[in-house]
């Protein structure tokens, strides 16, 4: 086992995702034995909680669901309270390879977040139309504020060492796209060192996609407010401390 596993806390936000965490979790015990996996069950309406503690997860569960922002705080304050130096986010819908998670940790070596970025010429995945539109903006405009080359901004697979993780646990965005955007900005203001690692997306297990043709031209939208929200965020509030689980 990869020594950083053993520090390690695998984290999945789960909103309504009863037809695949559990395949994920037994994928996550297989690939990487003996890691901890906990999953968030972000007030899921489903049986998402029961299958994920039937495949073997710690669940913690969400009175309401606050999205993935809100999630993976909770995911951030649990580690941080359990002695956990880093936290790797996996989405519970399959898409992320867990195999991928040994080089986001090797990168953290020297790195703070180190994101599994599907446009770096591993894999075919796509997207098209606004969508594709917004997130060349947002590579862009986040390249800049991380001071490092980023070419999947949006992407939920990445890895967080342990200054990141006492950033997140006290300050991580639960508004929309929070999650991925202001999470960078907060990350690259706070002096965090961003990095990615080429990663292949798998096309999703079960459940249903958050996006679809017709959502994309309101993704481009909610993509730029939320990047604005960001950048004028006041950065006095962005403080690396010790947050209260």
């Given at each position: 086992m990869n020594a950083a596993l053993n520090r390690t806390l695998i984290v999945l936000p789960a909103f309504n995702e009863e037809a695949s965490v559990a395949k994920v979790v037994r994928e996550i015990e297989a690939?990487?034995?003996g890691v901890r996996c906990v999953v968030i069950d972000d007030g899921s309406s489903d049986r998402t909680a029961q299958a994920a503690a039937a495949a073997g997860a710690e669940v913690l569960r969400l009175p309401f669901n606050l999205g993935v922002g809100g999630a993976m705080r909770l995911g951030f304050r649990y580690a941080l309270a359990n002695g956990f130096d880093n936290v790797v986010q996996i989405d519970a819908d399959g898409q992320h390879d867990p195999a991928a998670v040994p080089a986001l940790l090797d990168e953290l070596e020297t790195a703070d977040v180190v994101m599994g970025a599907r446009f770096a010429g591993v894999g075919d995945y796509e997207v098209r139309g606004p969508r594709k539109w917004a997130m060349r903006v947002?590579?862009?405009?986040?390249?800049?504020?991380?001071?490092?080359?980023?070419?999947?901004?949006?992407?939920g697979f990445r890895a967080s060492g342990p200054k990141a993780v006492r950033l997140f646990a006290a300050h991580y965005p639960a508004e929309y796209l929070g999650d991925t955007i202001e999470a960078l900005v907060i990350a690259g203001r706070s002096g965090c060192v961003v990095r990615q690692v080429p990663v292949e997306m798998r096309v999703r297990t079960g459940g249903t996609p958050s996006h679809n043709p017709?959502?994309?031209?309101?993704?481009?939208?909610?993509?730029?407010?939320?990047?604005?929200?960001a950048l004028i965020r006041p950065k006095s509030t962005l403080r690396v401390g010790t947050a209260t689980p």
């Open positions: 690939v990487l034995p947002l590579a862009v405009v986040l390249s800049r504020v991380a001071r490092a080359k980023l070419t999947d901004t949006t992407s017709w959502k994309s031209t309101v993704y481009l939208g909610r993509a730029g407010i939320a990047l604005i929200f």
